[in-house]
């Protein structure tokens, strides 16, 4: 009896792994846009006519690949599936012409570097030119955002009034206001509560950027309706009281 039920518990617990995989596989056939973080790494890898090497005549194909931090897998196409774990992506511009020389250059530099990429039309590997289980077209490269840049700053009291909003929390939000500005205007918190809480599409925080010691740059989306959507950028204001840092004010830039 002790066995059996030791081998029901084994069964259970590997069906619970494999459910929470499977769950947390990236499926990229219902993925309009996709992004990830990594190494950006460039490599030469040997073409036509063989794909063994170079150095032995084949055409030499210059790549990028994006090193991930941990492995993940993917679903949604054809020559991807759930059993297999990869943490490299290969990538490259999704638009020709202009754009696709301009991100040319943006990725360039970055080699070596921690990147954040964006893109769309992610597919498996499935010929001899792809040189990583994952392939994404992008649309956008840039240095990943390091979250310890914040620490000890006035940012981690704007980025949390950002993410309170996108709770439509206006008490919770209102804590990182001023005490004069909580109980009326725009930053009180039955304001935010009401105009927040209500969105068609919940705010998203794109970025905060340091101005200076007191002032952030903030990029954000929400939409009020389907029809009205909102790319959204301000200027946050801070100022410390009794040691705390808070938001003295919010200037939008665009208008929402």
């Not at 289980?133 to 840039?142: A, C, E, R, S």
């Given at each position: 009896?002790?066995?059996?039920?030791t081998?029901?518990?084994?069964?259970?617990?590997?069906?619970c792994?494999?459910?929470?995989?499977?769950?947390?596989?990236?499926?990229?056939?219902?993925?309009?846009a996709?992004s990830?973080e990594?190494?950006?790494?460039?490599?030469?890898?040997?073409?036509?006519?063989?794909?063994?090497?170079?150095?032995?005549?084949?055409?030499?194909?210059?790549t990028?690949?994006?090193?991930?931090n941990?492995?993940?897998?993917?679903?949604?196409?054809?020559?991807?599936?759930?059993?297999?774990?990869?943490d490299?992506?290969?990538?490259?511009?999704?638009?020709t012409?202009?754009?696709?020389?301009?991100?040319?250059?943006?990725?360039?530099?970055?080699v070596?570097?921690?990147?954040?990429?964006?893109?769309?039309?992610?597919?498996?590997?499935?010929?001899?030119?792809?040189?990583a289980?994952?392939?994404?077209?992008?649309?956008?490269?840039?240095i990943?955002?390091?979250?310890?840049?914040?620490?000890?700053?006035?940012?981690?009291?704007?980025?949390?009034?950002?993410?309170a909003?996108?709770?439509?929390?206006?008490?919770?939000?209102?804590?990182?206001?001023?005490?004069?500005?909580?109980?009326?205007?725009?930053?009180?918190?039955?304001?935010?509560?009401?105009?927040?809480?209500?969105?068609?599409?919940?705010?998203?925080?794109?970025?905060v950027?340091?101005?200076n010691?007191?002032?952030?740059?903030?990029?954000?989306?929400?939409?009020?309706?389907?029809?009205?959507?909102c790319?959204?950028?301000?200027?946050?204001?801070?100022?410390?009281?009794?040691?705390?840092?808070?938001?003295?004010?919010?200037?939008?830039?665009?208008?929402?």
């Open positions: 009896m002790t066995k059996i039920r081998l029901l518990l084994i069964q259970t617990f590997i069906f792994v494999m459910k929470i995989a499977n769950a947390a596989c990236v499926d990229v056939g219902h993925s309009s996709l990830f990594g190494i950006l790494t460039y490599h030469i890898f040997p073409g036509i006519p063989n794909y063994e090497d170079v150095r032995k005549g084949d055409t030499p194909e210059p990028y690949i994006v090193k991930l941990a492995p993940i897998c993917a679903t949604g196409d054809d020559f991807l599936t759930t059993n297999t774990l990869f490299q992506i290969q990538v490259y511009p999704a638009e012409g202009e754009p696709s020389q301009r991100l040319w250059r943006e990725i360039r530099p970055l070596g570097k921690r990147v954040a990429v964006e893109g769309r039309g992610a597919f498996g590997a499935h010929t001899g030119h792809h040189h289980p994952l392939l994404l077209p992008i649309t956008k490269i840039q990943a955002p390091d979250p310890t840049v914040a620490f000890g700053t006035p940012m981690t009291t704007v980025e949390a009034f950002y993410l909003l996108r709770a439509g929390n206006g008490p919770e939000a209102s804590k990182f206001v001023v005490k004069e500005k909580r109980s009326s205007g725009p930053l009180s918190a039955s304001a935010i509560t009401n105009f927040y809480g209500g969105l068609f599409e919940p705010l998203t925080l794109i970025d950027t340091p101005i010691s007191k002032d952030y740059r903030v990029r954000y989306t929400y939409a009020v309706s389907k029809e009205r959507r790319d959204g950028e301000a200027i946050a204001s801070t100022t410390q009281m009794n040691g705390l840092n808070l938001i003295q004010s919010i200037r939008a830039l665009n208008g929402c």
